[in-house]
């Protein structure tokens, strides 16, 4: 069974510039995560999906950070403007139902912001 | 107080020895997840338990309810263990994982 996709694996930018990270869950699930973790630190929920359906965004920062899961799949995640604080590692994961199981995480997106 | 304490923070250990790494929760939990996730970033899910003890390999994963404790043993440690390993609570009311800051572990040979 083919697990989470992620790309890119690592990424450089400036800030100030926008950038934006892909992940393909495993097939089937329903729900999809995107979390953000800090050098040293757990990671955070930025946002759920529910199929295609926004089920939790509230930690997003939602004046630079956007997501979307068109036809209840694929998602993406974009930054746009870049800040410093914004380097870290950007995980996906996917899991089958709706609630809190097994989560199947991706390889992440290691972001550097210079 | 975070939600999710883990202890300790750093370990390192030479080639065999047997390792724990705790976990204590404060909050109602639905499930509890031990995480391994490697300097590369991916996480991989090693144990989801609610009640007693599972077992894999080298792995053994306990948790007690009614002390809101877990712990995390990996038997003859290898160098290729050394990662960062998280503790994570399903919780009961929000239905969210809430993470621990993570055990660095480092295997010597």
């Known amino acids: 069974e083919a697990g989470v996709a992620q790309s890119p694996r690592y990424k450089i930018i400036e800030k100030r510039q926008s950038v934006a990270f892909w992940c393909n869950p495993i097939s089937g699930h329903a729900t999809l995560y995107w979390y953000q973790q800090i050098l040293g630190q757990g990671p955070k929920l930025l946002i759920q999906?529910?199929?295609?359906?926004?089920?939790?965004d509230s930690q997003l920062p939602k004046d630079r950070f956007s997501a979307e899961r068109l036809k209840g799949v694929d998602s993406t995640l974009k930054i746009q403007p870049a800040k410093l604080e914004d380097s870290a590692v950007y995980l996906c994961?996917?899991?089958?139902?709706?609630?809190?199981?097994?989560?199947?995480f991706g390889p992440g997106t290691r972001l550097l912001v210079l | 107080k975070n939600e999710v304490e883990q202890s300790p923070q750093n370990l390192t250990a030479q080639e065999g020895e047997f390792i724990t790494i705790n976990c204590s929760y404060s909050?109602?939990?639905?499930?509890l997840h031990w995480l391994q996730q490697h300097p590369g970033g991916g996480i991989v899910s090693l144990f989801m338990l609610s009640s007693g003890k599972k077992k894999h390999g080298r792995l053994i994963a306990t948790i007690n309810i009614q002390e809101k404790h877990s712990s995390l043993h990996i038997t003859a440690s290898h160098p290729r263990d050394s990662a960062v390993y998280i503790c994570?609570?399903?919780?009961?009311?929000?239905?969210?994982?809430?993470f621990g800051t993570g055990t660095r572990l480092q295997v010597f040979p």
């Open positions: 909050v109602g939990i639905s499930a």
């Open positions: 999906f529910q199929n295609n359906g926004v089920v939790d």
């Open positions: 994570a609570v399903g919780s009961y009311n929000t239905d969210k994982l809430i």
């Open positions: 994961a996917s899991s089958l139902g709706t609630r809190v199981e097994t989560q199947y």
